[in-house]
């Protein structure tokens, strides 16, 4: 490993929140939490209202999540930034593209149904998603709850985006981490977003 990109790795661990989901989204009434203890299901009535420019980002993101695939929704990511979720690990922008430019080839409808912003710091958002997938071979829709984690840098950009699909946060080691960094490293060669999307070293 070359200086550069361990000094990389180590920005982009000091980007990452693990977030308490239990703390983040469990209900008083525990018959309306998962058995997990967690509550994923957005409820847009109790969402944190954001500034224009953090609701910009949102918005952003949600329409990546429905396949928007666009330059200038990317554009929200720094070009060194991390999507971190069970199946991908991207630790770059055009990588990261490679992700949300492959939605429209595997799926024949991605719609963001609702969400709830539950966290605005200055450095970051963290909000629940419910996204409804249709795969293009079955043709059958399944609604999905997540909780995302954004964290954002010095620019507003952002740096490092957390799709958590359970209640537990993710291990960067062993061979799910390996298989996960193929995925990101590789999505590319078939779903081939624009070059413009890369970073200035070419990655």
Known sequence: MTCDSAHSKSLQQNYEKRPDPQALTSNADPSQNS???????????????????????????????????????????????VYDDPWSYCDTR??????????????????????????SKPSEIIFKLQQEYTPRILHFSKPVNSLITLTL?????????????????????????????????????ITQPPDSLRNADGA
């Not at 944190?48 to 949102?58: D, H, S």
């Not at 918005?59 to 999540?65: A, E, G, H, K, V």
Request: proline share 4%; hydrophobic share 25%; charged share 30%.
């Open 35 to 81: 058995s997990t203890g967690v509550d994923y299901e957005p409820h847009p009535e109790k969402s944190i209202k954001l500034e224009p420019e953090r609701e910009r980002i949102v918005q952003s993101i949600c329409r990546l999540y429905s396949g928007s695939a666009s330059e200038e929704d990317m554009q929200v990511y720094a070009e060194d930034a």
């Open 94 to 119: 055009y990588k990261i593209a490679g992700q949300w430019y492959g939605i429209p080839k595997i799926m024949a409808s991605s719609k963001t149904l609702k969400t709830e912003v539950i966290s």
């Open 153 to 189: 840098d010095e620019q507003g950009k952002v740096r490092y985006h957390k799709d958590m699909w359970n209640e537990k946060d993710y291990s960067h080691e062993g061979l799910g981490k390996v298989l996960k960094t193929l995925n990101g490293d590789h999505l590319t060669k």
